[in-house]
């Protein structure tokens, strides 16, 4: 079997799909709780880079474009969907270069800036005064804030920590959470048309500390961590405040931070509520998100499932210092990030056209997050739309959902579920790199109760194979169940403005007897069981 599993990986990309099934076994222990799954362990991110805000979420009031005060409508409808959540903004990099004032006012008056993005790979191409290079600042606080409450998302602002000092953050606090009349910020607000306080509670302190937020080390970025959260005005809205953690692997700088927070004093870290992680698994083989060969497919799936040591580790790390672990992870950026090789159109920086891979990759990413529900508390894929993993691909009228969109549709049944502890068990599936055997797991997923209802998801990595699928639960008796999956005609599968369709769920059929639950679960495909327990 592992040569046969071989020689399909070394014949490339459109390997014949094969009728072979494999066996997979997945138990499910309902008295083994793990940690409520957040809705934020689904979250997003928007920041003003390409495409993302102009295109993606603003047409603007004037627009032929349907729009809900200029947001694009189709987006709205779409996320609506998805069920509340969080949405990070307004970077990124960008945020440690933003002045909020400059996204506040009349629209009139907000000045055009050049965009931190501006002189980045494709945008370079463009005119200077391209609204991707040149920021004309119509979305701003306001806009981002009344589209958080259209899709009832928590929103989460991320302060600019490298280019302005605490008082402006404390200014932006205050003019988002100051009450009705309290002050100029509160009247400025009011003015602007929201006389109502917005109670932002997330608030990220920086952005990639140790990069593009000001190349710091962690004994730096710790003072100014502190002065950013100490003696912060809250206007009676507690305030959750997110560091900005390490880069993937990068251990020492969150030992360097728990530590200098901790030595300043044993307190400190409860001032912290998140630590932000970033992790993105890239783009293997030449990095075009749709032209990959079963080589590149399965080094990428091996590369997102990285995200868990990643969480074991930085969490041994953290309790170090943190032993009681008040502080929980907050994963703001994570994705799978291909050449815009198949970007949509020619501003939108780092954007592509996902395919099943990608859906595969939110599969086991959000499948990961729910497993490490005691030690993840927020987690915000990059970015919402035309950017990185992306959900949505929109272009001025044109609009579809992406494979990926369809993975945070399924899972949202998880949502404030229990996640309990789960065993998936199949032959690992094993394949070439550079004429070197590599091995992966063939099968992943999460599980969590609801009540009388056991949601169950699952990922077959496989590219061609399909997998005969048991399911034991363990603590209760399955009394009915229903299956959806999402699969493509083969793993490059991916919807467009023309077709898309072309990648939506499915029913899969699933049958239950006393002792547990079967299904075959189609090659390269993404699984949600719900079942009805008692
Ligand atoms: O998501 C794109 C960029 O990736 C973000 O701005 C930055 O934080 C990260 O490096």
């Known amino acids: 079997m592992q040569r046969r599993h071989f020689l399909a990986a070394a014949a490339g990309a459109f390997a014949p799909r094969s009728s ?7 138990r499910v222990f309902l008295n083994e709780p793990i940690g409520t799954v957040s809705p934020w362990l689904h979250g997003h991110f928007l920041e003003h880079l390409g495409g993302v805000i102009y295109d993606g979420v603003w047409v603007g009031e004037g627009s032929k474009i349907a729009n809900i005060r200029g947001v694009r409508k189709a987006l709205v409808d779409a996320m609506k ?22 996204g506040v006012g009349p629209s009139n008056t907000r000045p055009r800036k050049n965009n931190f993005w501006a002189n980045s790979g494709i945008l370079r191409k463009l005119p200077d005064s391209h609204v991707s290079r040149s920021d004309p600042n119509s979305f701003g606080t306001n806009e981002f804030l009344r589209f958080c409450k259209l899709i009832q998302a928590e ?19 205050e003019y988002c959470n100051s009450p009705k009349g309290s002050g100029t910020l ?6 602007w048309g929201d006389p109502e306080p917005w109670n932002v509670r997330f608030w990220g302190v920086g952005n990639e500390s140790w990069g593009c937020g000001g190349n710091l080390t962690p004994e730096e970025y710790s003072v100014e961590f502190r002065k950013f959260v100490s003696w912060t005005p809250n ?45 993105y698994c890239g783009r293997t083989g030449k990095g075009d998100s749709i032209d990959f060969t079963v080589q590149d497919f399965y080094e990428l799936l091996e590369r997102a499932n990285r995200m868990e040591p990643l969480i074991r580790q930085h969490w041994d790390v953290m309790g170090e210092t943190d032993r ?20 949509v159109a020619p501003h939108h920086l780092f954007g592509s056209v996902p395919t099943m891979r990608d859906a595969l990759i939110a599969g086991l990413t959000l499948d ?29 009228d044109r609009f579809c959902v992406t494979p990926t969109y369809h993975v945070f549709d399924m899972y ?20 070439a790199v550079e004429g070197k055997g590599q091995s992966l797991v063939r099968l992943a997923g999460s599980a969590s109760r609801n009540g009388s209802v056991v949601t169950l998801s699952a990922v077959n990595l496989s590219h061609n194979e399909t997998l005969e699928t048991s399911v034991s639960l363990h603590g209760a008796k399955a009394r009915s169940a229903n299956a959806t999956v999402l699969a493509g005609a083969s793993m490059q599968a991916h919807n467009t403005f023309a077709a898309p369709a072309t990648v939506k769920p499915a029913g899969l059929q699933v049958s239950v007897s006393g002792d547990g639950l079967r299904l075959t679960m189609p090659a390269a495909s993404v699984v949600k069981l719900r079942v009805e327990v008692g």
Request: proline letters at 5%; hydrophobic letters at 40%.
């Open 20 to 26: 072979y099934a494999a066996q997979g076994d997945i």
């Open 186 to 191: 509160a009247e400025k607000r009011a003015a």
């Open 368 to 396: 990961t997050f729910h497993r490490h529900a005691d030690k993840v508390a927020m987690a915000n894929v990059a970015q919402l739309v035309n950017c990185i993993q992306t959900l949505f691909l929109a272009d001025g």
């Open 324 to 343: 009681e672990h008040r502080v929980k992870l907050a994963i703001d950026e994570w994705g799978a990030w291909h050449h815009d090789t198949t970007a």
């Open 235 to 279: 206007y009676g809205q507690p305030l959750s405040m997110i560091a900005a953690g390490p880069n993937g692997a990068d251990y020492n700088w969150s030992r360097g931070f728990f530590q200098q927070m901790a030595r300043k004093s044993p307190g400190m870290l409860n001032r912290v509520w998140g630590w932000g992680l970033h992790y």
């Open 81 to 102: 969907t998805l069920g509340p959540t969080v949405v990070r903004y307004p970077g990124g990099c960008f945020a440690d270069s933003y002045d909020w004032r400059d």
């Open 412 to 431: 949202k049944d998880h949502h404030n579920g229990q996640a309990v502890r789960s065993e998936f068990a199949a032959p690992r599936i094993d394949y």
């Open 155 to 173: 929103p989460y602002l991320a302060a600019n920590v490298r280019s302005l000092p605490a008082r402006d953050f404390y200014d932006w606090v």
